[in-house]
């Protein structure tokens, strides 16, 4: 059979109130409304609203052809939204909307040039407002751009603020005069002191997760203040700060505070960033259970810096921060101390610093001298299992008090043949194997030695001060290694070796308990 195309397609056309009852599958044009019709086969008076169906034009408003839609599920599909496929879940428009709001709903642009203050701050203050339900409006999405902050943004309790990722999703600061950029308020908007006044609800469950904070200033870029249960999950918090710039303004990408009444506890940084500002975590306060887990700390004065300050609540002392808990995190090219924690007064205790990794850290800028990696300077804070790079061991840490901390096993050291009274130096650094008697009162070396055939496993025992210490090498081996440790008054391993043509090599890792 042979295809006849048609050239031309006829249908009926005027005014939209001439329009006739069309035939089923009949098109109809109202050339007044510019709206298309087909006839649906239903006789029925009052065409073209009625027996003719509308055909939706791109000028008609989708969300105007209805105040309610359905999820009616899939016949053919195990999916049923409601009790069968026969009884569909039917939810209104705006309740559909109340579940998640775009920012851009709010005028935000996002294009790093226009000023998205106000419609930023105009979606958290709307998002906490209580509808008819009882419900609360609580999630935010912020499309991938960048959006351009001049003013304190306000971040609202139970709310979810959400983006497309930090590399792509930003709010940037581009101003200087701005105190604190983003900042932690109570459900009235009162921020401060002022949090709880007129019943307001303090900060809490509040996420906030694919984003980045921004600014192109030196200051502080947000407070977290007298708040609880709080979410970061891939949040970068971008700096300015230059390495070696001298800043002393004690600037921090994130601030934490607290008060008597209302406790900040409970925060969780999850595979975060913090970058670029001279301290890049900041709390003074009786702050507690804060929980950094698989984060970057980069190019900063200072890592985490507690309890610097004699503001805390409790009659100017710190009792806190308790419960401090900084894991499988990485630290690299810190001027000054990655972390440390202050006494000043009060008792700040149970905090932990393990499975971290520290590269270039406490090398003394301008504004730092040199110093150590971890720095307690109250006792019961631990530190564990963490590995130290292009740091002499006398700079890794700093404890007061009793305090456990573990090295990895180190790079190898080899024990020349015949040798007296020799140096251990390690082959890679080309530094001696040492410890500070001044400071480290309890030093374990567990080691390991090869010579040949012998092995020797055994573990060396300092206890004491540098005026007086005591000494002790326990070992077992399978031959004669042939070798004799010692210490100096300086903290410096020595040995010596027989005669027997062949060097040995020693492995170690460093147990302290101070």
Same mark, same amino acid.
């Given at each position: 059979m042979a295809i006849v195309q048609i050239s031309r397609i006829q249908h009926r056309r005027g005014l939209k109130e001439q329009l006739p009852q069309l035939s089923a599958g009949e098109l109809g044009y109202a050339v007044d409304t510019q709206e298309l019709f087909i006839g649906n086969g239903t006789l029925a008076d009052g065409a073209p609203e009625v027996g003719n169906t509308k055909i939706i034009t791109e000028d008609d408003n989708l969300l105007s052809t209805a105040n309610t839609y359905t999820f009616r599920g899939n016949t053919t599909a195990p999916a049923v939204t409601g009790v069968d496929s026969n009884s569909p879940i039917v939810r209104t428009l705006q309740q559909k909307l109340d579940d998640f709001a775009n920012v851009k709903d709010f005028g935000a642009v996002g294009?790093?040039?226009t000023d998205d203050t106000a419609a930023i701050n105009r979606a958290m203050a709307n998002l906490i407002t209580l509808e008819t339900t009882g419900k609360e409006k609580r999630q935010l999405y912020f499309p991938g751009g960048k959006y351009k902050v001049t003013s304190t943004i306000k971040i609202y309790p139970h709310i979810t603020l959400s983006g497309d990722g930090h590399t792509s999703t930003i709010l940037e600061s581009q101003n200087a005069s701005t105190d604190y950029v983003?900042?932690?308020?109570?459900?009235?908007g009162n921020s401060r002191s002022d949090i709880g006044s007129g019943g307001g609800e303090r900060p809490q469950g509040i996420s906030i997760s694919g984003m980045s904070f921004k600014t192109l200033y030196d200051q502080n870029i947000m407070r977290i203040d007298q708040a609880t249960s709080i979410r970061f999950h891939d949040v970068h918090f971008l700096g300015i700060y230059a390495q070696e710039d001298g800043a002393t303004n004690g600037n921090a990408g994130v601030e934490i505070f607290s008060s008597s009444a209302l406790?900040?506890? @409970? +925060?969780?940084f999850i595979n975060c960033i913090f970058e670029g500002s001279e301290n890049l975590i900041k709390a003074s306060e009786d702050i507690q259970d804060i929980s950094v887990y698989? &984060?970057?700390?980069?190019?900063a004065n200072i890592g985490v810096n507690l309890a610097n300050e004699t503001d805390g609540s409790t009659s100017n002392k710190i009792t806190g921060p308790q419960g401090v808990a900084i894991t499988a995190s990485r630290f690299d090219n810190i001027d000054a101390q990655a972390v440390i924690v202050y006494d000043n007064g009060g008792s700040p205790h149970g905090n932990i610093v393990s499975s971290c990794s520290f590269r270039d850290v406490g090398s003394g800028g301008i504004d730092s001298s040199v110093t150590?990696? +971890?720095?307690f300077l109250h006792a019961n804070n631990f530190a564990f299992g963490n590995y130290f790079h292009r740091l002499p061991y006398y700079e890794r840490s700093y404890f007061a008090g009793s305090v456990y901390s573990e090295s990895p096993v180190d790079h190898p050291i080899t024990l020349n043949d015949n040798a007296s009274g020799a140096t251990m130096t390690d082959? =890679? @650094?080309?530094? &001696?194997?040492r410890h500070d008697l001044q400071r480290e009162n309890h030093v374990v070396y567990d080691y390991i030695i090869i010579r040949g055939t012998a092995r020797r496993t055994g573990k060396l025992t300092i206890s004491g001060t540098a005026s007086s210490f005591a000494f002790s090498d326990e070992f077992t081996e399978n031959a004669a290694t042939? =070798?004799? +440790?010692?210490?100096?008054?300086?903290?410096?391993?020595?040995?010596s070796t027989t005669s027997t043509?062949?060097?040995?090599?020693?492995?170690y890792r460093i147990l302290r308990f101070l």
């Amino acid at each position: 059979m042979a295809i006849v195309q048609i050239s031309r397609i006829q249908h009926r056309r005027g005014l939209k109130e001439q329009l006739p009852q069309l035939s089923a599958g009949e098109l109809g044009y109202a050339v007044d409304t510019q709206e298309l019709f087909i006839g649906n086969g239903t006789l029925a008076d009052g065409a073209p609203e009625v027996g003719n169906t509308k055909i939706i034009t791109e000028d008609d408003n989708l969300l105007s052809t209805a105040n309610t839609y359905t999820f009616r599920g899939n016949t053919t599909a195990p999916a049923v939204t409601g009790v069968d496929s026969n009884s569909p879940i039917v939810r209104t428009l705006q309740q559909k909307l109340d579940d998640f709001a775009n920012v851009k709903d709010f005028g935000a642009v996002g294009d790093g040039t226009t000023d998205d203050t106000a419609a930023i701050n105009r979606a958290m203050a709307n998002l906490i407002t209580l509808e008819t339900t009882g419900k609360e409006k609580r999630q935010l999405y912020f499309p991938g751009g960048k959006y351009k902050v001049t003013s304190t943004i306000k971040i609202y309790p139970h709310i979810t603020l959400s983006g497309d990722g930090h590399t792509s999703t930003i709010l940037e600061s581009q101003n200087a005069s701005t105190d604190y950029v983003f900042e932690f308020v109570d459900s009235n908007g009162n921020s401060r002191s002022d949090i709880g006044s007129g019943g307001g609800e303090r900060p809490q469950g509040i996420s906030i997760s694919g984003m980045s904070f921004k600014t192109l200033y030196d200051q502080n870029i947000m407070r977290i203040d007298q708040a609880t249960s709080i979410r970061f999950h891939d949040v970068h918090f971008l700096g300015i700060y230059a390495q070696e710039d001298g800043a002393t303004n004690g600037n921090a990408g994130v601030e934490i505070f607290s008060s008597s009444a209302l406790q900040t506890k @409970r +925060i969780d940084f999850i595979n975060c960033i913090f970058e670029g500002s001279e301290n890049l975590i900041k709390a003074s306060e009786d702050i507690q259970d804060i929980s950094v887990y698989g &984060s970057e700390f980069l190019n900063a004065n200072i890592g985490v810096n507690l309890a610097n300050e004699t503001d805390g609540s409790t009659s100017n002392k710190i009792t806190g921060p308790q419960g401090v808990a900084i894991t499988a995190s990485r630290f690299d090219n810190i001027d000054a101390q990655a972390v440390i924690v202050y006494d000043n007064g009060g008792s700040p205790h149970g905090n932990i610093v393990s499975s971290c990794s520290f590269r270039d850290v406490g090398s003394g800028g301008i504004d730092s001298s040199v110093t150590e990696a +971890i720095s307690f300077l109250h006792a019961n804070n631990f530190a564990f299992g963490n590995y130290f790079h292009r740091l002499p061991y006398y700079e890794r840490s700093y404890f007061a008090g009793s305090v456990y901390s573990e090295s990895p096993v180190d790079h190898p050291i080899t024990l020349n043949d015949n040798a007296s009274g020799a140096t251990m130096t390690d082959n =890679v @650094r080309s530094e &001696s194997v040492r410890h500070d008697l001044q400071r480290e009162n309890h030093v374990v070396y567990d080691y390991i030695i090869i010579r040949g055939t012998a092995r020797r496993t055994g573990k060396l025992t300092i206890s004491g001060t540098a005026s007086s210490f005591a000494f002790s090498d326990e070992f077992t081996e399978n031959a004669a290694t042939g =070798v004799t +440790i010692t210490v100096d008054s300086n903290g410096v391993l020595k040995y010596s070796t027989t005669s027997t043509g062949t060097a040995g090599t020693f492995k170690y890792r460093i147990l302290r308990f101070l």
